[in-house]
């Protein structure tokens, strides 16, 4: 069955520091892999994506995700973190064997900034 | 430019009552798309669309309806409004490739007493 996880309910970062959000994926063809962010009270905006090409993918406000064949993960990374990066993201995939090409979501991992 | 916009924001209910939300995008975009969002949790899927006058059931369909007649509109009907139906509801519209990545509405947030 096709199915996204996020291991981390929560991930708490210093300012400055690295970032990694965990994503592992499941399914049955190749996939398309996107990654959303989510801003209090506001719609989900869209960071980044995997098609097909280069394991790393370079997003908006410096965020880039590694895909992983082997490990079937596309964690969501930021060499140095700002406040304002505290949100909730979502790990998303598309799994191409299946016709109706919906999305798969993630249940959402909390990032945490502290200054 | 405006992208996804819903209305209304807010809006309490009562258990019985019926309410359509709203979804409009301006981009002319085939696929549309109806989300819910639980606390904690992540989107599931309502009802989608392939384009005017095309819909289709999604994970949690039950107790909603769609309808699509025109390319920029994707109303959500909610029929006799249950607690269980207390959510935020998401529109979102995509391009027609199908790597396409989704636009996303502010999203409405619905509490049914």
């Known amino acids: 069955a096709q199915s996204v996880a996020q291991p981390e309910d929560q991930v708490n970062v210093a300012e400055g520091n690295p970032l990694t959000v965990k994503c592992t994926y499941s399914?049955?063809?190749?996939?398309?892999l996107f990654w959303y962010v989510q801003y209090p009270n506001r719609g989900l905006q869209f960071l980044l994506k995997y098609i097909t090409g280069d394991n790393l993918v370079k997003g908006s406000y410096g965020f880039e995700a590694e895909f992983n064949k082997s490990q079937t993960s596309f964690h969501l990374k930021k060499p140095s973190a700002l406040v304002s990066d505290s949100a909730l993201y979502f790990c998303?995939?598309?799994?191409?064997?299946?016709?109706?090409?919906?999305?798969?979501w993630g249940a959402g991992t909390k990032l945490i900034i502290k200054p | 430019n405006a992208g996804v916009t819903q209305t209304p924001k807010f809006r309490i209910l009562k258990i019985g009552q019926s309410m359509t939300l709203q979804c409009t995008q301006d981009?002319?975009?085939?696929?549309m798309y109806w989300y819910r969002q639980d606390p904690g949790m992540g989107l599931k899927l309502i009802y989608y669309?392939?384009?005017?006058?095309?819909?289709d059931k999604g994970e949690v369909p039950n107790g909603y309806n769609v309808s699509r007649s025109t390319t920029e509109d994707f109303p959500l009907r909610l029929e006799l409004a249950a607690p269980s139906q207390t959510s935020v509801y998401f529109c979102?519209?995509?391009?027609?490739?199908?790597?396409?990545?989704?636009?996303f509405g502010p999203g409405t947030r619905l509490t049914v007493l």
């Open positions: 979102a519209s995509r391009g027609p490739i199908r790597y396409n990545e989704q636009f």
């Open positions: 669309s392939v384009g005017a006058g095309i819909t």
């Open positions: 998303a995939v598309r799994d191409l064997a299946d016709s109706n090409y919906q999305l798969i």
């Open positions: 399914v049955s063809g190749n996939p398309y």
């Open positions: 981009m002319n975009h085939n696929y």
